[in-house]
Structure formats: structure tokens, C-alpha cells
Nanobody, 123 residues
Framework: QVQLVESGGGLVQAGGSLRLSCAAS????????MGWFRQAPGKEREFVAS????????YYADSVKGRFTISSDSAKNTVYLQMNNLKPEDTAVYYC????????????????WGQGTQVTVSS
């Protein structure tokens, strides 16, 4: 199993930036595909971005392409989500997600979840 702990959320004005971190512990981090999802109040959880275990391939939701960047640092057992040009519609709880066997996609979340970190973007 892997344990995931997110950090880096907060309140930011529209147009600002935040960097979320997800620290993983447990089994070898480099064996997991990683991703980020988010859930806004009254809405279903949605895919944001994912990265393969090698770090070589990334995927993004259309709504965040060009603004968000997912990356990983295997030495630190951490995956990041750099969020630039934030918009009020990015307001949500952001969840880190991991899977040992499968690449994470919008229709195929991984098996492991963090507790979430709140991101609030004011207009």
C-alpha cells in the first residue's frame, strides 16, 4: 500500500499561482502512477492531471491544459501540481491519487487517495 498526504492548498486571487505537493510513503514511490483529481462543492470529482510511474508521460484535463503542470520527484517521493493563472472555477478540494498497475485517466482513477487539500480562488 501507499499513503498519500497533500499540502500546499490555500486562498489565492484569480491569476495567481499555487503549487500542491503530494508526499507518498509505503511501497516504492517510483512503482506508482500518480494523478490529481478535484471536487468542487455540489459537483462530482473530476480528473485534473496524471503522470506515469516513469515520469515520462503526462495527461491533463482540457480545462487546465497550458495552466497546470504535473511533475514528480522520485528522490523525494513527491508529486507536484503547479497551478498558474488560477480561475475561480478552479476552486475545489484537490486529491492526490495513485495506482500500482494502471495509468490514471479521467475514467480510471487509481486505488489510493489522499485526504485532500482545499484550493480557493477569489475573483
Amino acid at each position: 500500500q501507499v499513503q498519500l498526504v497533500e499540502s500546499g492548498g490555500g486562498l489565492v486571487q484569480a491569476g495567481g499561482s499555487l503549487r500542491l505537493s503530494c508526499a507518498a510513503s509505503g511501497r516504492t514511490f517510483s512503482r506508482y502512477h500518480m494523478g490529481w483529481f478535484r471536487q468542487a462543492p455540489g459537483k462530482e470529482r473530476e480528473f485534473v492531471a496524471s503522470i506515469t510511474r516513469s515520469g515520462g508521460t503526462t495527461y491533463y484535463a482540457d480545462s487546465v491544459k497550458g495552466r497546470f503542470t504535473i511533475s514528480s520527484d522520485s528522490a523525494k517521493n513527491t508529486v507536484y501540481l503547479q497551478m498558474n493563472n488560477l480561475k475561480p472555477e478552479d476552486t475545489a478540494v484537490y486529491y492526490c491519487n495513485a495506482d500500482y498497475a494502471r495509468i490514471i485517466t479521467a475514467s480510471r482513477p487509481g486505488n489510493y487517495w489522499g485526504q485532500g487539500t482545499q484550493v480557493t480562488v477569489s475573483s
